[in-house]
């Protein structure tokens, strides 16, 4: 049976300890430190010694042009950029003008405009935990969202001027998206009288 070199593990552990080097203001070994918000590295004296800094170089991020895309507040061009939740599509004109969108934003299937701001267009888009939603693609101006598939057509009930597609019991339904009605819409019936 093979010997296990005991060196792998205290090499590991002193991996996790800290860069090897010196804190630059007080001259105490470096950390890893680990909190809610992410990890850093900082001092080991803190906190008599407040030293910290980004774990990765700030300065690597990607920033890189997309021809032929065209910012829709400015009418820069867009640039693929990296953040803090990923990759996501910026205006090159930033700070002047402060549109960004997912990296997978897709138009919705139809061309629907938005029932609030009556401007934008509503796409599909994924949270940064990849649930799908659907919402304005006129954010952060307008704010409108929702967790169902679209669908162009008047609620019933309130006149809301979209619905959405839900699935229950196995069958597809459409209900209003207003978060204010939210009511289920009768079903269409044929020239026979019969549900469809």
Do not use: W
């Not at 065209?70 to 820069?76: D, H, S, T, V």
């Not at 061009?77 to 969108?101: A, D, K, M, N, T």
């Not at 796409?123 to 799908?132: A, E, H």
């Amino acid at each position: 049976m093979a010997k296990i070199d005991p060196k792998l593990f205290s090499a590991h552990k002193h991996a996790l300890e800290g860069p090897d080097e010196p804190c630059p203001k007080c001259g105490a070994p470096l950390v890893y430190q680990h909190r809610k918000n992410g990890s850093f590295i900082g001092c080991s004296r803190y906190p008599e010694c407040d030293y910290t800094r980004a774990l990765h170089d700030e300065s690597t991020k990607i920033e890189k042009p997309l021809p032929g895309t065209e910012c829709p507040e400015c009418g820069r061009e867009l640039v693929l950029r990296s953040g803090r939740y990923g990759l996501f599509v910026g205006c090159s004109g930033f700070p002047e003008c402060s549109h960004i969108e997912p990296l997978n934003a897709q138009p919705s299937e139809a061309d629907i405009l938005c029932p609030s701001c009556h401007e934008g267009k509503i796409v599909r888009r994924q949270s940064r935990f990849g649930k799908t939603f659907y919402a304005c693609n006129c954010y952060p101006k307008c704010k409108f969202a929702v967790n169902y598939q679209p669908v162009i057509g008047n609620c019933q009930f309130c006149q809301f001027e979209l619905l959405v597609k839900r699935s229950k019991g196995g069958h597809e339904r459409l209900y209003c998206a207003s978060k204010k009605c939210g009511k289920l819409q009768p079903e269409p019936e044929d020239d026979s009288g019969e549900h469809i």
